[in-house]
């Protein structure tokens, strides 16, 4: 989970970067031509600095440049990226400044803040939860108190920097109903899910909205 991955595996390929955004603005261009109307949006993942986002945002757009001059058109699109470092928590209001959205990765966001892989909790986390030294599986339901501080902390400076950022989660969390309201509280605007978990998703979004309300 800490590896040679995300914006790290683009800034040393950046013809990865090139090959992944080609293809995003050629289908979001060709669905276009077909009438349909296309929000596009390109995030880049594992952020830690603001020269990893820079880095990768200027080969983006770089290959933006030279799709539209190609096809002889435009599509319009966000650039942002995934806050699932701690690191890029702590500095939000940086990458607020060059980022149009943040999308929170809990998962790794709760690897790497609590030092846990999903990888092999599975063999200590039963015990840990019958014993009490956690509530719940951190990684079903967001540590509110610990991972859920950095969130709270990244949207407040992401904000301050971008008052109209647009901010959502993409995880196993945001089709779990306590962390739904958790999110909805700190004043995000979208969760993201596995499909199946959609229509719990929906409900408890709903019913966060209606508890919240005022």
């Keep these: 989970m800490m590896g040679h991955r995300g914006c790290r595996l683009g800034i040393t390929y950046p013809e990865i970067t090139e090959m992944q955004a ?26 830690g600095t603001v020269r990893e986002f820079n880095a990768q945002a200027k080969v983006i757009r770089q290959t933006a440049a030279d799709v539209f001059a190609q096809r002889g058109e435009q599509l ?3 650039l942002g990226t995934m806050i699932e470092t701690p690191r890029a928590a702590l500095i939000a209001d940086s990458i607020g400044g060059q980022a149009q959205f943040f999308s929170f990765g809990t998962n790794d966001l709760t690897q790497m803040t609590m ?3 999903r990888d092999d909790s599975g063999k200590f986390l039963p015990s840990y ?16 108190k610990g991972v859920g501080l950095l969130v709270q902390m990244a949207v407040e400076k992401g904000r301050k920097s971008r008052p109209d950022i647009k901010l959502g989660v993409c995880g196993e969390h945001g089709g779990d109903p306590l962390s739904i309201d958790f999110f ?13 978990r959609v229509p719990i998703a929906r409900l ?3 019913q966060a909205a209606i508890e919240n309300e005022g």
């Design 129 to 144: 939860l019958k014993d009490g030294m956690y509530e719940r599986d951190p990684f079903q339901s967001i540590d509110q």
């Design 76 to 78: 319009d699109y966000l």
């Design 204 to 206: 408890a979004a709903a």
């Design 184 to 196: 909805h509280r700190t004043g995000l605007n979208y969760v993201s899910c596995s499909p199946f």
């Design 115 to 117: 030092g846990f892989s």
């Design 22 to 47: 080609r293809a995003i603005l050629e289908a979001g261009l060709n669905m276009k031509a077909q009438g349909i109307d296309v929000k596009a949006e390109i995030m880049i993942p594992l952020v």
